[in-house]
């Protein structure tokens, strides 16, 4: 994917079949579903893609236990659906993830053994693997920093787990594969119209700061927690329909709880399930569930949130965490559909919602990564049906995501002109300085943010060492964008003002 390229297909094209705001999970799974039916697709974001909500996830690709809890065996099949499709179309970005629950309390090892048993049935052929029930010995050889006092046993199940934002930038190479024009750094202006109808749009490159009137049949808004901002520039008298919600993860040393096993806790304080994930070489703790009235780019931790986290994994976990042994913390923000007399964020339903604006302006949003395909089949056959566009199948269900093959090769010739580009940005991390370089070329990565975040994961997994890279990856766009020392003295400013957000002091 290159830009300049990219950017040239918006001065030629006449009129885009379909037109997608928002460049996060659900907007991308929009735009590989309509370019891979033959649509004349486009996608913007007025960040990069995944700069929000979708690079903050658990990591978790799941059909949500706790939704069996709550009864909504609707949204607990489909997911474990999609959950099958996932991991066997992106393979090399996700895989199946064991867990155990700890059980404290003789009745819990039934109660949840069964109920993970009828998990296992829900996903009938795309089951990952038999829930078993363990002895407490069999229980701490598999987590053995686990507290073993009055420990009773553990049910092991099987879910998924995958890189969140790493599967965003392979769905917009896989779009792109398929015909589509996508963009980051591309902010939406405003709407044009006829009749009263949408019939296209003014947008800015951030970068160069041209603007572009564009023509479109039809128009969808997955744009996360800033659904209600879009939906205003359709219709400033337009009702605002998400409540959004907070949720922190912390990331630790794999020291503090050495198992390749997850480990989940089904119920918390605050109604929500808790989580401890290994994750490439860390471990990813969460989360938690706030309620909030402002919606950030960048949200915050709270303390309480902190300490939440910290509090619920030493309850469980023999080896002890303090704030000094956070590597990381990161905070997402959920785009939760309201719901009347619901009083606890914890308890909305994940289930996806549609909206169609009188404008033909089709909103969708709710949802969760793991139902990101569904989402986009569903936001595509709306946005063809209120345009009237001929009908066509979808083709996502086993459409395989990104070329990890073809991506490694180009890496490796750029290893072949620079042999010193093999060797690692640090030398506890897998990253080399050649995939810098890739992400630079042909991953659309624009800033020193775009590459510690979410070409590579340094930034989530540990920001202490994504502040010591900053100077050497702004050095590296720099040299391949033509950029000067005035730029990239200011990149690594801004990006180490962000990285200490995700620091505990």
Aim: charged share 25%; net charge neutral; with cysteine.
């Amino acid at each position: 994917m290159n830009r300049a390229e990219i950017l040239s297909q918006l001065e030629t094209t006449v009129e885009w079949d379909v037109v997608i705001i928002g460049g996060g999970a659900t907007g991308l799974g929009s735009a590989v579903d309509a370019a891979s039916r033959g649509l004349k697709t486009l996608l913007i974001d007025r960040a990069d893609f995944a700069k929000g909500t979708s690079s903050r996830s658990t990591k978790l690709v799941h059909g949500g236990v706790r939704y069996l809890a709550q009864g909504n065996i609707k949204l607990v099949k489909e997911a474990l659906r999609e959950r099958g499709y996932l991991l066997k179309n992106a393979p090399h970005l996700s895989k199946e993830q064991a867990f155990i629950i700890p059980v404290y309390i003789w009745f819990d090892l039934f109660f949840y053994g069964i109920g993970l048993r009828v998990y296992d049935l829900l996903a009938g052929k795309l089951s990952v693997g038999a829930t078993k029930i363990l002895s407490a010995r069999k229980t701490i050889d598999a987590l053995p920093s686990i507290k073993s006092q009055n420990l009773k046993g553990g049910i092991l199940y099987h879910d998924g787990q995958f890189d969140d934002s790493r599967l965003a930038i392979d769905l917009a190479y896989t779009a792109a594969s398929n015909g589509a024009t996508v963009l980051n750094y591309v902010s939406l202006i405003g709407f044009k119209k006829e009749a009263k109808k949408i019939v296209g749009i003014v947008c800015k490159d951030e970068i160069s700061g041209k603007e572009y009137a564009l023509k479109g049949k039809s128009f969808i808004n997955a744009t996360g927690v800033f659904t209600d901002h879009i939906l205003q520039m359709d219709d400033v008298d337009r009702e605002e329909i998400v409540r959004p919600s907070q949720g922190i993860h912390l990331v630790v040393s794999r020291s503090f709880f050495s198992s390749t096993h997850a480990m989940m806790v089904p119920k918390t304080a605050d109604g929500r399930v808790f989580f401890a994930v290994p994750w490439h070489q860390e471990i990813v703790l969460g989360t938690t569930d706030t309620a909030i009235d402002t919606i950030s780019e960048e949200p915050k931790p709270l303390d309480e949130e902190i300490d939440f986290i910290i509090e619920h994994f030493n309850q469980y976990n023999a080896v002890a965490i303090e704030r000094k042994d956070v590597l990381s913390v990161f905070v997402g923000l959920r785009p939760l559909v309201k719901s009347v007399g619901v009083a606890s964020t914890a308890l909305i339903s994940r289930d996806h919602t549609i909206i169609v604006s009188p404008s033909g302006l089709v909103t969708i949003t709710g949802g969760k990564w793991t139902t990101y395909r569904k989402m986009g089949e569903d936001a595509v056959n709306n946005a063809l049906f209120i345009s009237k566009q001929p009908k066509r199948d979808c083709k996502t269900v086993s459409l395989k995501i990104g070329d990890p093959e073809k991506r490694q090769s180009m890496i490796d010739a750029i290893i072949a002109e620079d042999p010193n580009s093999a060797k690692l940005l640090h030398e506890n991390y897998p990253y080399t300085i050649a995939e810098v370089v890739f992400a630079i070329r042909h991953e659309l990565a624009e800033t020193v943010e775009d590459i510690l975040a979410r070409r590579t994961r340094l930034l989530f997994l540990n920001a202490r060492v994504a502040k010591e890279l900053a100077s050497f990856v702004a050095n590296s766009l720099a040299k391949e964008l033509g950029k000067n020392e005035n730029w990239e003295t200011e990149q690594v400013s801004v990006f180490c003002e962000l990285a200490q957000q995700y620091i505990i002091s």
